[in-house]
Every structure is written in structure tokens, then in C-alpha cells.
């Protein structure tokens, strides 16, 4: 069955790194753009980056541009979210996101936890 799992969160102090990860199983993920999205508490859910399927193009939400990296190994079939210079308002649940390009298709991870906290 389809599965995207994310990992590499935790408890960070501002101004740490984290890098994420987001493991796919049960379809194409060549064929697939991949996004990172976030969730804080009480905010709704917000696009962090994206990447195209080659990886050749990537965007960034404007809050976390300099300070966040996608990329993506269509061989180990996983998309990371390297973060660095992290901030309190940073704080939230990461999900990762496959699009199926030029369809409706889409898959969610589960989340995975990033706190910034001193």
C-alpha cells in the first residue's frame, strides 16, 4: 500500500538545524512532485517547499527562504527538508505530500513533530 513516512523531528533550540526526511512506498515516486507542508497549532496547514519530479526546480514559502533545503533521491525514493537557522515560529507538524503530475492524485504522510524552544 502507499506510504510516506516522515522522520527527523524533535526538539531543536532557535538557531539549530534539523533535516528531515520523508520515506515513499506503494507508487511511482519518480512521477511525483513532492511537497513539505507544516502545521502550527491553531493556524492551518501552509506549503513550506516543493520540488519537481527531476528535482530541477524547487520553491520556498517566503519564511523560510535561506533558511530551508528540498531535495530529493528518486533512487531511495525519499524527499528531505534540510532546516537550518531555526526559529520559535517554526514550530509545528510537518507533513510531506506526493502529487501525481497532471493528475488528482495525491498521498499525505502522518507528520512528524519539530519544536524550537529554548
Known amino acids: 500500500q502507499v506510504q510516506l513516512v516522515e522522520s527527523g523531528g524533535g526538539l531543536v533550540q532557535p538557531g539549530g538545524s534539523l533535516r528531515l526526511s520523508c520515506a515513499a512506498s506503494?507508487?511511482?515516486?519518480?512521477?511525483?512532485?513532492m511537497k513539505w507542508y507544516r502545521q502550527a497549532p491553531g493556524k492551518e496547514r501552509e506549503l513550506v517547499a516543493g520540488?519537481?519530479?527531476?528535482?530541477?526546480?524547487?520553491n520556498y514559502a517566503e519564511s523560510v527562504k535561506g533558511r530551508f533545503t528540498i531535495s530529493r533521491d528518486n533512487v531511495r525514493k525519499t524527499v528531505f527538508l534540510q532546516m537550518n537557522s531555526l526559529k520559535l515560529e517554526d514550530t509545528a507538524v510537518y507533513y510531506c505530500?506526493?502529487?501525481?503530475?497532471?493528475?488528482?492524485?495525491?498521498?499525505w504522510g502522518q507528520g512528524t513533530q519539530v519544536t524550537v524552544s529554548s
Open positions: 520540488v519537481t519530479i527531476d528535482g530541477g526546480r524547487k
Open positions: 506503494g507508487f511511482t515516486f519518480r512521477y511525483y512532485v
Open positions: 505530500k506526493a502529487e501525481g503530475q497532471g493528475t488528482d492524485i495525491e498521498y
